[in-house]
T-cell receptor, first 112, second 113 residues
Framework: SQKIEQNSEALNIQEGKTATLTCNYT??????LQWYRQDPGRGPVFLLL?????KEKRKERLKVTFDTTLKQSLFHITASQPADSATYLC???????????FGPGTRLSVLP | DTAVSQTPKYLVTQMGNDKSIKCEQN?????MYWYKQDSKKFLKIMFS???????INETVPNRFSPKSPDKAHLNLHINSLELGDSAVYFC????????????FGSGTQLSVL
């Protein structure tokens, strides 16, 4: 059965450093992969979507890579700020939105 | 204006009761969803409707019944509530049924006593 893993349940980094979060999937081949941010007591917020034919996508301080050979996506936040502290969820998705499953999330804490 | 709004924000009720959660989106999207987030924070899809038609119905007890009166509304009715139903329920919407770029509501915290 398909499985999604995110590198660690929690990640602490110092303000100003680059945070790197990992999403690994097995037993299926997503056509695209999405990243969401979730703050306590709130619903997830869409951040970025990267398709299988794209190696990298950027949005302001965010960068996502997608390696279909390694079955992995990396999510980077450069020049991290305490306001970036949240849980980040990945969601690899097959064509036509089938098999759309969220990963367990990584709780990021950026320390001042 | 809130894009996806759901009510109530909190719902505390006794076992065996029947309750409903309402959801409305003003984004003009065709597809709406119900997700459940349990105490371990796993977010799992329950139902998906596209233009008022059910397209995803995961393994959910039939005590849960979604209803979509129009494509801007998707309500969730739960019969005979059980302790294990306690969770946060999120409504979401997307432009179409490809599941790209979901917009979520702020959630309904359901506590069954």
């Amino acid at each position: 059965s398909q499985k999604i893993e995110q590198n660690s349940e929690a990640l602490n980094i110092q303000e100003g450093k680059t945070a790197t979060l990992t999403c690994n999937y097995t037993n299926y081949s997503p056509a695209y992969l999405q990243w969401y941010r979730q703050d306590p007591g709130r619903g997830p917020v869409f951040l970025l979507l990267i398709r299988e034919n794209e190696k990298e996508k950027r949005k302001e301080r965010l960068k996502v890579t997608f390696d279909t050979t390694l079955k992995q996506s990396l999510f980077h936040i450069t020049a991290s700020q305490p306001a970036d502290s949240a849980t980040y969820l990945c969601a690899p998705t097959t064509d036509y939105g089938q098999n759309f499953v969220f990963g367990p999330g990584t709780r990021l804490s950026v320390l001042p | 204006d809130t894009a996806v709004s759901q009510t109530p924000k909190y719902l505390v009720t006794q076992m065996g009761n029947d309750k409903s959660i309402k959801c409305e989106q003003n984004l003009g999207h065709d597809t709406m969803y119900w997700y459940k987030q349990d105490s371990k924070k796993f977010l799992k899809i329950m139902f998906s409707y596209n233009n008022k038609e059910l397209i995803i119905n995961e393994t959910v007890p039939n005590r849960f019944s979604p209803k979509s009166p129009d494509k801007a509304h998707l309500n969730l009715h739960i019969n005979s509530l059980e302790l294990g139903d306690s969770a946060v329920y999120f409504c979401a919407s997307s432009q179409d049924a490809t599941n790209e770029k979901l917009f979520f509501g702020s959630g309904t915290q359901l506590s069954v006593l």
